[in-house]
């Protein structure tokens, strides 16, 4: 079974579209994130929820959009998409806030190409 | 200065080799340390965490100096499977290095 899932695996779509992935994980974790990947390999937080509630919100576009309904799932909405979107988009969880020892296990990423 | 620092490489070893790593942090007060494996488009995982006093995993031996403020990664006996990014994370808030990219050749 996959720990954390994410959809979709890949995704193109052109500039000024709106669109979403989304993320579930099965490990009972309380605690999501989003990263951002870029071409040159750096991996960033976006944001993180723990228990439905936002605690991370790094300095992204407010085009980005984050929704947690449950501590099991946690989406990314991005409206009017842009070239520099472009980049794989890695889900996490971890079983509590990030501290001391706290591992993160990741989805194998969703790979966005804005034309 | 960057936060997470590390040398992006790439490191071109044959197999056996011994090879190091090190990952250099700006702020003082971090408390942990990981070190993560991420594959050719795939997603990084957890390979060792970093304590005070050193620790050790089979052929990994991960280090903290807190009073240059860096971690290291040193990998013996290197294997072809040991190719790939290696990610340093630091802190709370989990923020990563660029990673350094190893390629252990035949």
């Known amino acids: 079974d996959t720990a954390v899932s994410q959809t979709p695996k890949y995704l193109v779509t052109q500039m000024g579209n709106d669109k979403s992935i989304k993320c579930e994980q099965n490990?009972?974790?309380?605690?999501m994130y989003w990263y951002k990947q870029d071409s040159k390999k750096f991996l960033k937080i976006m944001f993180s929820?723990?228990?439905?509630?936002?605690?991370i919100n790094e300095t992204v576009p407010n085009r980005f959009s984050p929704k947690s309904p449950d501590k099991a799932h946690l989406n990314l909405h991005i409206n009017s998409l842009e070239l520099g979107d472009s980049a794989v988009y890695f889900c996490?969880?971890?079983?509590?806030?990030?501290?001391?020892?706290?591992?993160?296990?990741f989805g194998e990423g969703s790979w966005l190409t804005v034309v | 200065r960057k936060e997470v620092e590390q040398d992006p490489g790439p490191f071109n070893v044959p197999e056996g080799a011994t090879v190091a790593f090190n990952c250099t942090y700006s702020?003082?007060?971090?408390?942990?340390f990981f070190w993560y494996r991420q594959d050719c488009r795939k997603e990084p995982k957890l390979l060792m965490s970093?304590?005070?006093s050193g620790n050790e995993d089979g052929r990994f031996t991960a280090q903290l100096n807190r009073a240059s403020q860096y971690i290291s990664l040193l990998i013996r006996d290197s294997k072809l499977s040991d190719s790939a990014t290696y990610l340093c994370?630091?802190?709370?808030?989990?923020?990563f290095g660029q990673g350094t990219e190893l390629s252990v050749k035949p």
């Open positions: 702020n003082s007060a971090s408390q942990s």
């Open positions: 994370v630091v802190n709370r808030e989990l923020i």
């Open positions: 929820y723990n228990n439905k509630e936002l605690i």
């Open positions: 970093v304590y005070s």
């Open positions: 490990l009972g974790h309380d605690t």
């Open positions: 996490a969880s971890s079983p509590r806030p990030s501290t001391s020892g706290n591992t993160i296990y």
